[in-house]
């Protein structure tokens, strides 16, 4: 279950803007705790569905769209992220969230 601000009828969502789904589904994905098979679902009114929205490679397509009047499925082909794109997550963000800071000191190979 993902939050969501907006969608389309394509699977595409938009959250509010700061990434912290798509932070965490990729951590989920990174732990094994999910599949590329898990589907996504999300809640929203109706008016929430809009016909378009921008796809970026880090974002988390939504497989089924439930609104107080329909469910919807997206049949989505946007493949679902399987990692953190840390060139793409400024350096503030990453400082920010004690998981990502340890994570990263994880991953970053001695110098």
Same mark, same amino acid.
């Given at each position: 279950m993902v939050g969501s601000v907006a969608v389309t009828e394509g699977g595409a969502r938009a959250g509010k803007g700061e990434g912290y789904g798509e932070l965490e589904y990729a951590l989920l994905r990174m732990y094994g705790k999910v599949t590329a098979e898990a589907p996504i679902v999300t809640s929203v009114h109706?008016?929430? #569905?809009?016909? =378009? *929205?921008?796809? $970026?490679?880090?974002?988390?397509?939504?497989?089924?769209?439930?609104?107080?009047?329909?469910? @919807?499925?997206?049949?989505?082909?946007?493949?679902?992220?399987?990692? #953190?794109?840390? =060139? *793409?997550?400024? $350096?503030?963000?990453?400082?920010?969230?004690?998981?990502?800071?340890?994570?990263?000191?994880? @991953?970053?190979?001695?110098?």
């Open positions: 109706d008016e929430q #569905i809009v016909a =378009e *929205l921008p796809f $970026e490679r880090f974002d988390v397509p939504v497989d089924v769209i439930v609104t107080p009047t329909r469910v @919807l499925r997206t049949d989505t082909r946007q493949p679902k992220p399987d990692r #953190i794109y840390w =060139e *793409l997550l400024p $350096e503030e963000k990453i400082q920010a969230i004690p998981l990502l800071r340890e994570l990263q000191a994880e @991953l970053t190979p001695p110098r």
